[in-house]
């Protein structure tokens, strides 16, 4: 039974998954980040999705849209770089945002990665194109959600997108919160 997992849900429901669920998502289009808001990262092209988690569509599953919905209680580890494109020497802070949250949409918990006051001189060296990565792992229940956001502020909008802005997770462990 080498890789089977047998769980049993809050609702008292059990099971077995025969491949855990993981996915890898790219952003292939653009979209400029809102001025001084959180903008959803619309992760839209699928390398890879099993157990087809991941909801890459404006199709609300759970309140979220271009977000994972967690299967079954137990950890997942998420990694991604986001490829921010157009940044400039006004722009002073680059915040982006995991946003872990219940089947009703509460937020249960967010991880920020701040980036305050670009170094303008390696913006401008780069071509105005930054990568940001980051890592978090979450307890999860059936039904919650994990997505992506980015905030910006000062100068013109960067936009986030390019076949370099991955999104990335997969079940670790039975382990519930």
């Given at each position: 039974m080498?890789?089977?997992?047998?769980?049993?849900?809050d609702s008292?429901r059990s099971?077995?998954?025969?491949?855990?669920?993981?996915?890898?998502?790219?952003?292939t289009?653009t979209h400029a980040?809102?001025?001084?808001n959180?903008?959803l990262?619309?992760f839209?092209?699928v390398?890879?999705?099993?157990?087809?988690n991941?909801?890459?569509?404006?199709?609300?599953?759970?309140?979220?849209t271009?977000?994972?919905?967690?299967p079954?209680?137990?950890t997942?580890?998420f990694?991604?770089?986001l490829?921010?494109?157009?940044?400039?020497t006004?722009?002073?802070r680059?915040l982006?945002?995991?946003?872990?949250k219940d089947s009703?949409?509460?937020?249960l918990?967010?991880?920020?990665?701040?980036?305050?006051g670009p170094?303008?001189?390696l913006?401008?060296?780069?071509?105005?194109v930054?990568g940001?990565?980051?890592?978090?792992s979450?307890?999860m229940r059936?039904g919650?959600?994990?997505s992506?956001?980015?905030?910006?502020?000062?100068g013109?909008?960067?936009s986030?997108?390019?076949?370099?802005?991955?999104?990335?997770?997969?079940?670790?462990?039975p382990?519930?919160?």
């Amino acid at each position: 039974m080498s890789g089977i997992i047998a769980y049993q849900s809050d609702s008292g429901r059990s099971g077995i998954i025969g491949s855990p669920a993981n996915f890898s998502m790219i952003l292939t289009s653009t979209h400029a980040l809102v001025h001084d808001n959180y903008t959803l990262i619309k992760f839209d092209t699928v390398k890879w999705d099993v157990g087809n988690n991941f909801n890459n569509t404006n199709t609300a599953v759970n309140g979220m849209t271009y977000a994972f919905v967690a299967p079954v209680t137990g950890t997942y580890s998420f990694t991604w770089l986001l490829g921010i494109e157009g940044v400039n020497t006004g722009n002073t802070r680059l915040l982006p945002r995991f946003d872990h949250k219940d089947s009703g949409g509460t937020e249960l918990r967010v991880v920020y990665f701040d980036v305050n006051g670009p170094d303008h001189i390696l913006a401008s060296n780069m071509g105005g194109v930054w990568g940001l990565p980051g890592s978090t792992s979450a307890k999860m229940r059936g039904g919650d959600t994990a997505s992506l956001r980015c905030y910006h502020s000062g100068g013109s909008a960067p936009s986030a997108g390019n076949t370099h802005t991955t999104f990335n997770g997969w079940y670790t462990g039975p382990e519930g919160r």
